[in-house]
């Protein structure tokens, strides 16, 4: 059986499929608040690379970023299109390749991407893309799947019996990530990690039940002070060193060096 791949058509039926836009599950605001913590983007043009419902590009402009959302898939853009519209702010949306940016050499503030570096067998092309339209001092976010987790074992798993529903994929240590990067002359300076919230089980069990029409909350709270506290506990963990070697995510945030 040749193994799947994942191209725009791939993703146009991913994301019409019929679930509104808050069915789906968003990233829990981890990157506005890993940027907003270490940027003060007022007015700085910031571009989400790959950026499906861009609800982070949302939160973002909400805060005064110029953002920039691109992606090659139509049906992505239009549930970016219907968040932009109801959180009443501006997105530029751009049908473009990754791999191939329209933009200016030296030209935007902050590129992040969230779930797509992982979907390229060769990363190299489109992290160079990155740094290119990057401004000196300009910085990029990388968020990706970490590879101690449960969650890379069932999605290889999958990817072996060819039913991962986005073909293939890989994953990647902090370590190779931030790697990564330095090949391509980014400094990274910053990373951070972040465990599933819901749990795991628990987004398997409701994708499972939608397949049978049944609903579930996207994220249940049953005993509020136990809710609580696990939040709490979570954020603690994830804050720790433990965060970026064990979480299901890792990302980084790495500086464009200066030219000589």
């Known amino acids: 059986m040749a193994e799947r791949t994942s191209g725009r058509k791939h993703w146009?039926?991913?994301?019409?499929?019929?679930?509104?836009?808050?069915?789906?599950y968003d990233n829990d605001g981890r990157i506005p608040e890993e940027i907003l913590k270490r940027m003060?983007?007022?007015?700085?043009?910031?571009?989400?690379?790959?950026?499906?419902?861009a609800r982070?590009?949302?939160?973002?402009?909400?805060?005064?970023?110029?953002s920039v959302a691109l992606d090659y898939s139509h049906e992505a853009l239009r549930l970016a299109r219907v968040a932009a519209a109801r959180a009443g702010v501006q997105l530029f949306l751009v049908c473009g390749d990754a791999l191939a940016l329209p933009f200016r050499n030296n030209s935007i503030d902050l590129v992040f991407h969230q779930?797509?570096?992982?979907?390229?067998?060769?990363?190299?092309?489109?992290?160079?893309?990155n740094v290119?339209?990057?401004?000196?001092?300009?910085?990029?976010?990388?968020?990706?799947?970490?590879?101690v987790h449960i969650y890379t074992l069932i999605k290889k798993i999958l990817i072996a019996m060819n039913v991962w529903f986005a073909?293939?994929?890989?994953?990647?240590?902090?370590?190779?990530?931030?790697?990564?990067?330095?090949?391509?002359?980014?400094?990274p300076e910053t990373t951070y990690g972040r465990f599933f919230s819901p749990s795991l089980a628990y987004r398997i069990l409701r994708e499972l039940?939608?397949?049978?029409?049944?609903r579930m909350p996207l994220r249940p709270v049953i005993l509020p002070p136990v809710h609580r506290f696990r939040t709490r506990l979570r954020r603690r963990i994830e804050a720790s060193f433990l965060g970026p070697r064990f979480g299901y995510i890792v990302g980084i945030i790495a500086v464009k060096k200066r030219s000589c």
């Open 12 to 24: 146009d039926d991913f994301w019409k499929r019929d679930r509104d836009l808050d069915e789906i």
């Open 56 to 66: 982070d590009s949302v939160i973002l402009a909400e805060n005064g970023a110029v």
């Open 209 to 214: 039940l939608m397949k049978l029409g049944i």
């Open 115 to 129: 779930g797509v570096l992982e979907h390229f067998r060769d990363p190299m092309p489109l992290l160079r893309e």
């Open 40 to 53: 003060d983007i007022g007015g700085s043009v910031i571009m989400e690379v790959g950026a499906a419902t």
């Open 132 to 147: 290119r339209v990057l401004k000196e001092d300009g910085k990029v976010l990388v968020d990706v799947p970490q590879t």
């Open 167 to 187: 073909g293939w994929e890989t994953q990647f240590t902090p370590q190779q990530l931030a790697d990564l990067l330095r090949e391509v002359d980014l400094g």
